[in-house]
């Protein structure tokens, strides 16, 4: 059984639904957080679209929801899928659950939508809330950094194109809000520039 949050979210839109050549985000709030910049850089070829929840790997509803995102916009319009979730996971998921949820997450979504590319991306780092002055790790950012490894390991056992968002964050105190999560708009910026390049080229192979 998946462990709730006490409010659970999701959010699905697409750049422009008519067009049925697509690209996929999926991921939280930090997918919501670029996914204007990425969809502004393919918006005269493609329609880029984004499914955001809170709710982590472990629940079955988060495949589901996908799942019927794509089955009513078509499988075969999706070009590229990039996935970025994995902070919810972060506080209750440990190591073995971790690895038999994600496995078997990729597993699904290629099933659904085999003739796309897909990008696999590693979760930002968790710092300390508060000054954003003082780059300090939180305690569950070394919990992060384990999951990450294994998203970057599973990536490569399938074949599957693993960006290090990680390191475009690690380390930038000009990139903080003050939560120790989420970006201002030079950060979320920042991540865009690296998720659009991973995109343009697995379009290009």
Same mark, same amino acid.
Request: proline share 2%; charged share 25%; aromatic share 12%.
């Given at each position: 059984?998946?462990?709730?949050? =006490?409010?659970?979210?999701?959010?699905?839109?697409?750049?422009?639904?008519?067009?049925?050549?697509?690209?996929?985000?999926?991921?939280?709030?930090?997918?919501?957080?670029? $996914?204007?910049?990425?969809?502004?850089? $393919?918006? =005269?070829?493609? =329609?880029?679209?984004?499914?955001?929840?809170?709710?982590?790997?472990?629940?079955?509803?988060?495949?589901?929801?996908?799942?019927?995102?794509?089955?009513?916009?078509?499988?075969?319009?999706v070009k590229v899928v990039?996935?970025?979730?994995?902070?919810?996971?972060?506080?209750?998921?440990?190591?073995?659950?971790?690895?038999?949820?994600?496995?078997?997450?990729?597993?699904?979504?290629?099933?659904?939508?085999?003739d796309a590319r897909f990008?696999?991306?590693? =979760?930002?780092?968790?710092?300390?809330?508060?000054?954003?002055?003082?780059?300090?790790?939180?305690? $569950?950012?070394?919990?992060?950094?384990?999951?990450?490894?294994?998203?970057?390991?599973?990536?490569?056992?399938?074949?599957?194109?693993?960006?290090?968002?990680?390191?475009?964050?690690?380390?930038?105190?000009?990139?903080?809000?003050?939560d120790g999560v989420h970006?201002?708009?030079?950060?979320?910026?920042?991540?865009?520039?690296?998720?659009?390049?991973?995109?343009?080229?697995?379009?290009?192979?």
């Amino acid at each position: 059984m998946p462990s709730w949050e =006490s409010m659970e979210w999701t959010r699905i839109g697409w750049s422009d639904p008519q067009n049925n050549k697509r690209i996929l985000l999926i991921g939280d709030s930090i997918t919501n957080g670029y $996914f204007q910049y990425v969809a502004r850089e $393919f918006e =005269s070829e493609y =329609s880029v679209g984004y499914h955001v929840s809170s709710k982590a790997i472990d629940n079955i509803y988060l495949f589901k929801e996908i799942e019927n995102t794509v089955n009513e916009f078509g499988r075969d319009t999706v070009k590229v899928v990039h996935i970025n979730n994995g902070i919810h996971g972060v506080w209750h998921l440990k190591e073995d659950a971790v690895r038999v949820c994600y496995e078997h997450f990729i597993i699904s979504l290629r099933e659904i939508l085999p003739d796309a590319r897909f990008i696999i991306a590693t =979760s930002t780092p968790i710092r300390k809330a508060g000054d954003d002055k003082e780059y300090v790790y939180d305690k $569950f950012n070394a919990n992060l950094v384990r999951n990450n490894a294994i998203i970057a390991e599973i990536g490569h056992k399938y074949g599957i194109t693993v960006e290090d968002l990680y390191a475009v964050a690690d380390g930038k105190c000009e990139y903080g809000c003050g939560d120790g999560v989420h970006f201002n708009d030079a950060g979320y910026r920042a991540l865009a520039e690296t998720v659009k390049k991973s995109i343009r080229d697995e379009l290009t192979k």
